[in-house]
């Protein structure tokens, strides 16, 4: 990471963090006609944004720095989701339609009689918190093993990756799998006792995705400064001679691959109460590829840009799809185009000066950066 | 002359060729002249009953013509059930107006005088039935094979319990084996639904059963068994359900098979033009599936404009439309686009995904978000019936037009010099750069066959599904499989990559569930990967460093 990169990112903490403490104060404070005041839904808006933040820092990390295009990064995302909707689903208790004190209500209306295995200990919450970094994480773990291991790399493993999302997708629209079949999980009420509806809850939310976002942040920037880092990126540039070199290649991309998913599990953890819904729409391979424009356009291999990548172009959705809904599509496969074609760098790239570093292609490594990467 | 089949919208034309048979029959056969003249003091005794109108009268005369089945039973009881049955008591005439309101004899058919002296024979609801049944026991009897055949079928199918004295004394004397089988199964089915049948007329039963074989029988048997009480009985229907069931399972195999073949035939016309694109250039093309989607739309634009007269011909216009329309756009595509990413080919990857993007929205706002209908050509509508396998004709024309491309391609890439120029840059781009070969043309050429294939494909599925903007979609991620599994720059690999999925996915269908043995296959697809790397077909040498 180049000085000036670090920079922006600092900026862009500091920003964050203001963010964190700001928002709820305007939200919860002023007064609903005060000019100042942040009405509810935006609150839950911009904090839905942040999620998706966290889910472009996590694939940036695999894909920015270590050529890994994933295009199922919207499972991880989605299983995190799903963890928290079992949760919330839990608290829901007697409040639900049929009342049933232990079993929600879609398994009532299926004439089960018994909590599925699967669904046993999500009423508490340190185990609900548990699982949704053990679920993608051990996905991730198991799928990047078998992959990295035959050396699945490129667009074949992009193809992989979206198959997979592609199988959980139609796994979980199915009412046997246990998990709501086609509606998925919804009507929540309260998390850890906080109604899901009052403001201060958003607003909490909204501080607890920006934190989120934050440590994303430092995580992936530490994992990328440290000389695993460097490794990852010579991985990314040239992967077969880091393998003559010796180094384990397949366990360097799984390392990343593993803590990225269970970023993208947590994102979608916070992402879940603040939508109030969780279906198996959001495995469609269709996410996970959107997720990856976001990176592209932020700017590759820049974290920063990652994130902001994610909330301008979801930013542009909203108002999109709101003011011309035929024409969404459009412009996002015209954003996809033209951000390859004459963006290949990010919008962040615009902004920083070209140099050594900036990220090349790992099919047509430069030959300076190969010398460059240190072992 | 022949009955006419529509007996009941056009009763006077049964009546008059019914008649009209009689006629023939006696003159042709002048040996039946003598017990046809023996019948008629029968059917004296019989009509005189009418002249009572009582209805116990009625009944009995009803069951009498039934039984004898003299020529002119089935206008007698056409008429009776109809209101025309006319009767004159005082003269003791039987007669009834025919369709142009002229009143006939009962017995001679000939012009009766005075009608207008004549009441009609009363009926009432219980007759009314008794009259159907007749006439469908009279049908059984009928001369005509055909039509004693589908009167037999006719009682299987509703298994009418007072129909066995006829389909019995039928079955006695029945000459044409099919029909024989067939009053043979209806004796069977009214057997085994039936509380009061004796032991051995439940073991003939059974045989017969188990010699159809086929779903119906099972379910017979099944309740034959459950009132049966003799053991013998229930020995012999457990057998026989035992081998039906075999049966069963072997044709359903078998069907499975062929729902295999079918998928894989799809799936091998939506897969090979990426195998091409992807062979040669090392890029996915994600609008793959939007080349497959436009070839369908392009079907569809042609049923849209083609006059009537055209219609059955339409395949022949759509073929080449939606191979030129695909093959254009994919063109478009390679020029404007993809040329530019050759050496980032994750960004083709999502550069491409938002060319489908587009795609989708444009055809969605050019024909609409609703689905489809494309119909079939004649020629392509229907099915055969091979013993147990019901096969569609649309799809074995899919499966036609699959081998017929992948023969076609073949050609081109085997015989053509085009083709030899574009295994040499899937071989080795640089080496083929260097002999002289222009690439970039070749990539342009590749991709326009390519696309170009996948609307074809197109215009295959066009005929067994809905015609709708994301009808592609669902096509990228299984062609992407069959490319890897078949190993890529070999049409012999994807050939054989689309018949194993295909296939492998129907055969674990109805084990483990439609999403669970895609589920598995993909994981078998990765296990496979982990032994060879390349697929089934390898590329061997340098090109493996490419």
């Not at chain 1, 880091?242 to 992402?271: C, D, I, Q």
């Not at chain 2, 050509?377 to 499966?399: D, K, Y």
Request: aromatic content about 10%.
């Amino acid at each position: 990471m180049s000085p000036q990169l670090d920079r922006i990112g600092l900026v862009f903490v500091v920003l964050l963090a203001a963010a964190a403490i700001v928002v709820p104060v305007l939200s919860l404070a002023t007064a609903a006609n005060s000019p100042f005041n942040i009405p509810p839904y935006l609150v839950q808006l911009f904090g839905k944004y942040l999620c998706y933040a966290i889910l472009a820092v996590a694939l940036d990390l695999v894909w920015g720095y270590c050529g890994i295009l994933s295009l199922g990064h919207g499972a991880f995302f989605a299983l995190g989701g799903y963890a928290m909707g079992m949760y919330l689903m839990r608290q829901i208790g007697t409040r639900g339609v049929y009342a049933n004190p232990i079993l929600p209500d879609f398994m009532v209306f299926l004439n089960w009689k018994a909590l599925p295995v699967a669904w046993w200990g999500f009423n508490w919450f340190p185990y609900a918190m548990l699982m949704i970094v053990l679920v993608p994480g051990l996905l991730a773990l198991a799928f990047g093993w078998f992959a990295f291991r035959s050396r699945v790399t490129g667009v074949y493993l992009s193809i992989i990756t979206q198959a997979m999302t592609f199988a959980l997708f139609k796994e979980f629209f199915r009412n046997d799998f246990g998990f709501g079949g086609n509606n998925g999980l919804t009507d929540f009420k309260d998390l850890v006792g906080f109604s899901l509806q009052s403001a201060s809850t958003k607003a909490a939310l909204f501080s607890a995705s920006a934190i989120a976002l934050i440590l994303a942040y430092f995580v992936a920037r530490a994992i990328i400064g440290s000389k695993y880092g460097k490794a990852l990126v010579a991985v990314r540039d040239a992967e077969s001679r880091m393998r003559f070199l010796g180094y384990r290649v397949e366990n360097y991309k799984l390392f990343a691959f593993v803590v990225s998913a269970v970023m993208a599990g947590v994102a979608g953890a916070l992402y879940v109460p603040q939508v109030g819904i969780i279906n198996p729409s959001e495995f469609a391979p269709a996410n996970s590829i959107e997720a990856a424009i976001w990176v592209a356009v932020g700017g590759r291999a820049t974290l920063v840009g990652a994130a902001i990548g994610a909330i301008a172009v979801n930013f542009a959705k909203t108002w999109f799809t709101g003011a011309f809904p035929e024409y969404w599509l459009y412009g996002l496969g015209g954003l996809f185009v033209l951000v390859t074609l004459f963006l290949p760098r990010g919008l962040l790239g615009l902004l920083l000066r070209p140099q050594r570093e900036t990220a090349p292609t790992p099919e047509a490594p430069a030959l300076a950066i190969e010398e460059g990467a240190d072992p | 002359m022949e009955p006419s089949p529509n007996e009941a919208r056009l009763p006077s034309a049964v009546r008059q060729s019914a008649l009209a048979f009689a006629l023939v029959v006696l003159t042709l056969f002048g040996g039946l002249a003598f017990s046809g003249a023996a019948r008629a003091d029968g059917l004296d005794d019989t009509l005189a009953l009418f002249l009572t109108d009582k209805f116990p009268d009625t009944q009995k005369a009803i069951n009498q013509l039934a039984a004898d089945a003299p020529p002119q039973a089935a206008a007698i009881l056409d008429a009776l059930g109809d209101n025309r049955l006319l009767i004159d008591p005082a003269d003791h005439i039987v007669a009834y107006r025919t369709a142009d309101g002229s009143v006939v004899d009962a017995k001679t058919g000939a012009p009766v005088a005075n009608a207008g002296t004549f009441k009609k024979v009363r009926v009432n609801n219980a007759l009314r039935v008794a009259v159907e049944g007749a006439t469908g026991s009279l049908t059984l009897a009928n001369p005509d094979p055909e039509r004693r055949l589908a009167a037999a079928v006719d009682v299987f199918k509703t298994r009418d319990a007072k129909a066995l004295p006829a389909l019995k004394s039928q079955l006695a004397k029945e000459s044409d084996p099919h029909v024989a089988d067939a009053l043979r199964l209806a004796v069977a089915a009214i057997v085994a639904t039936s509380d009061s049948a004796t032991s051995a007329d439940r073991l003939s039963a059974i045989d017969t059963l188990k010699a159809r074989g086929d779903q119906d029988a099972q379910s017979l048997i099944d309740s034959l068994d459950q009132r049966a009480t003799d053991p013998a009985v229930k020995a012999a229907a457990a057998s026989a359900l035992s081998t039906i069931h075999t049966h069963l399972m072997s044709w359903g195999a078998a069907q499975d098979l062929w729902y295999g073949l079918s998928a894989s035939s799809v799936l091998l016309l939506a897969a090979i033009g990426l195998a091409i694109t992807f062979g040669v250039m090392g890029v996915i093309n994600m609008a793959h599936g939007e080349m497959v989607m436009l070839g369908a739309y392009a079907t569809y634009f042609v049923q849209l404009v083609l006059p009537p007269s055209l219609q059955s011909w339409s395949l022949a216009f759509a073929i080449p439309l939606a191979f030129v329309v695909a093959a254009i756009v994919g063109v478009l595509i390679e020029r404007l686009i993809i040329r530019y990413l050759y050496s980032r080919p994750l960004e083709t990857l999502l550069a491409t995904w938002g060319v489908s993007l587009i795609l989708q929205q444009a055809v969605r706002s050019i024909f609409g978000a609703n689905n489809r209908q494309v119909s079939n050509p004649p020629f392509m509508s229907g099915a055969l019936h091979v013993g147990g396998l019901e096969i569609t004709t649309n799809r074995l024309w899919i499966i036609v037009l699959a081998i017929v491309v992948f023969v076609g391609l073949q050609l081109v890439l085997r015989a053509t010099r085009f083709g030899l120029q574009m295994r040499a840059v899937t071989q080795n781009r640089r080496m083929a750069a260097a002999m002289g070969i222009s690439t970039a043309r070749i990539d342009m050429l590749a991709f326009a066959l390519g696309s170009g294939v996948a609307g074809i494909a197109g215009v295959a599925l066009s005929q067994i599904d809905n015609v709708s903007p994301n009808l592609g979609q669902g096509y990228i991620i299984d062609s992407f499989m069959v490319v890897v599994f078949g190993g890529v720059g070999n049409l012999w690999g994807t050939a054989l990559g689309a018949m194993m999925i295909g296939v492998a996915n129907k055969i674990l269908e109805p084990v483990i569930g439609a999403v669970q043995g895609q589920i598995v296959l993909l994981i078998i697809i990765i296990l496979f990967i982990q032994k060879r790397p390349r697929g089934m077909f390898a590329l061997k040498g340098r090109a493996v460093e490419a």
